[in-house]
């Protein structure tokens, strides 16, 4: 060649997928510095592919960011992960109003669903994030998570069976909750398991006709309180003597007895017997 030129190229209508970058996406605040995200899909073959996403922050770093997504005869899933060791943690706020004790910060999250048959699906939504704060600090889309305008509220896991006919419907789930919240504690945060539904119509008498509609629901909820303290309680002691009649202490004054007043003082009086042996 004489000399190179400047091109861009791009798939046509006729291309499904194709391995390339991705528009770029350009942000900035004052913890993170200005940023500068690179999006590069893979097409590693049809049924599978993965996105990988490069962000710089020139305050905190780089963020690594990965989607890998697979659809197979009776289902799909995808796996969902960010991570970063931010440079300058101390720009956030410290625990427990912020993350700014934390210098590794990430998440993962994974989604499925499969069909068993024709009437029968199962699948999950399982997220783990390392702070409350990271989603929302970071601006990462999560599909587990539940919004108050702009505000992240909790992020929801949950794993599911559904079975579907022609006339019923039966669904059961668990869920737990992760709270995103500032002011809301993670231990008071309780977990659902289970949640099952089963509903049912039947068709009417044939004078009457119409339908049957039978609604069913079973829930049970746990919540992870803390649980009281147990006081301590001292063992080994001998219990308290008590009087046969009124005035019995002071004849315990010779004899045995070395304390003038055992009922109130066992301890010195079992010192004492140990000093007389020696």
């Not at 990462?140 to 949950?158: C, H, M």
Request: charged content about 25%.
């Amino acid at each position: 060649p004489i000399m190179y030129m400047p091109y861009f190229s791009a798939p046509d209508g006729s291309i499904k997928k194709r391995s390339g970058f991705l528009p770029p996406t350009y942000f900035g605040s004052q913890t993170l510095g200005a940023g500068i995200a690179v999006p590069y899909f893979i097409n590693l073959a049809p049924d599978y592919d993965v996105t990988l996403t490069p962000t710089y922050y020139s305050r905190q770093g780089i963020l690594g960011q990965a989607e890998w997504r697979q659809r197979l005869n009776n289902g799909f899933y995808k796996i969902s992960a960010a991570a970063i060791d931010q440079n300058h943690p101390g720009a956030f706020l410290p625990s427990p109003n912020g993350p700014g004790d934390n210098k590794f910060r990430g998440y993962i999250e994974t989604i499925g669903n499969f069909k068993i048959n024709r009437n029968w699906d199962w699948g999950w939504d399982i997220a783990v994030i390392s702070d409350k704060w990271f989603l929302q600090n970071y601006k990462i889309a999560s599909p587990s998570v539940t919004r108050i305008g702009t505000l992240l509220r909790e992020s929801t896991s949950t794993t599911y069976l559904t079975g579907k006919g022609d006339h019923s419907l039966f669904d059961i789930r668990g869920y737990y909750f992760k709270s995103l919240l500032p002011t809301d504690p993670q231990e008071k945060q309780g977990f659902v398991l289970p949640v099952m539904d089963y509903d049912r119509r039947f068709k009417g008498p044939g004078e009457i006709g119409g339908e049957i509609w039978l609604n069913t629901k079973r829930l049970r909820i746990r919540r992870r309180l803390p649980r009281p303290k147990q006081r301590l309680r001292p063992s080994g002691l001998k219990p308290r003597k008590k009087e046969k009649f009124t005035g019995e202490w002071a004849q315990q004054t010779s004899g045995e007895a070395i304390c003038s007043y055992p009922p109130e003082d066992l301890v010195i009086e079992e010192y004492g017997r140990f000093l007389k042996q020696k």
